[in-house]
């Protein structure tokens, strides 16, 4: 068995490619029976006439988080950060967190500064100004 991403032979019951890195089965580069590199797009290997499965999608629908509920956290909630947790951009969220609750002591300027960040990005999350979130996984309606 080799890996279809770099065409290094690995065992059939490993997880993923120790040459790699790829999950076992993934990518589409190279002949899954063989080893054989393949030509794009290819159905079958040249090499050895083994029928190639198509490449699996990187992220799963499931793992896509809502572009509507993220907008609409930032320009209601944006002030704590929320739709960056939401979003896992957790050093973001912390600061907007720390800049709308102690922030309070700077005679308010913290949690107007955290307010309008929040409602800036909210508005380019909603307008797709921002359509990932922190692992690259493009927002879902």
Known sequence: MYCKNCGAQIDPGAAVCVKCGYKNG?????????????TEGAKVCLQCGFAQE????????????????????????????VHNFYLGYTKKAI?????????????????????????????MILVDKINTDANGTPLGE
């Open 54 to 81: 198509p490449a699996q999608p990187t992220a799963a629908p499931a793992d896509q988080k809502s572009k509507i509920a993220a907008g609409l956290l930032g320009i209601f909630l944006g002030v704590w950060g």
């Open 95 to 123: 600061v907007q967190v720390l800049l709308g609750t102690v922030g309070t002591v700077l005679c308010g300027v913290g949690p107007a500064v955290s307010s309008v960040w929040g409602l800036v990005e909210g508005i």
């Open 26 to 38: 993934d990518g589409n580069r190279f002949c899954h029976h063989c080893g054989q590199e393949l």
